[in-house]
């Protein structure tokens, strides 16, 4: 829809952020089923989804730039994964390379790879455990 609006987006980067939103989605996947299998109730998950996805989302850097933030949120900011893939999807589809300092393309594919591995092995042991424990 983006490209309908504004025709200064790069269409290469379409290609080249592919990876990285499928890495994002599979963390945030994985985190969303580890909530899941320790929750018993359908409401109880998604109200604390819902308490995950919002500050995750407002700290990101997604609604305004992370450069204009006050010092405490850019910390906040750094330890925050879901601002690495708003980073790399603006660094691919603008050439803005809006971020903090240590943030760059292959940063974000490391830190979005190592979240999304880490996620991914915690899910195994759970749903290992859990239906074990059947």
């Not at 850019?74 to 893939?85: G, R, V």
């Not at 591995?117 to 195994?124: E, K, M, P, S």
Request: glycine share 4%; proline share 6%.
């Amino acid at each position: 829809m983006g490209f309908l609006i504004s025709c200064s987006l790069n269409l290469i980067g379409l290609i080249t952020i592919t990876p990285y939103l499928f890495i994002t989605s599979i963390a945030f996947t994985s985190l969303g089923i580890l909530i899941a299998l320790k929750l018993a109730s359908i409401e109880g998950f998604q109200a604390i989804v819902n308490m995950i996805n919002m500050p995750l989302m407002f700290l990101s850097g997604i609604f305004f730039p992370v450069t204009t933030m006050p010092d405490w949120m850019k910390d906040i900011t750094l330890i925050n994964p879901l601002s690495y893939a708003v980073h790399s999807v603006r660094y691919w589809l603008t050439n803005a390379d809006i971020g903090p300092l240590p943030m760059n393309p292959m940063a974000d594919l490391v830190i979005l790879a190592s979240m999304a591995v880490a996620l991914t092995y915690c899910v195994l042991m759970t749903f290992e455990k859990t239906t074990i424990e059947s």
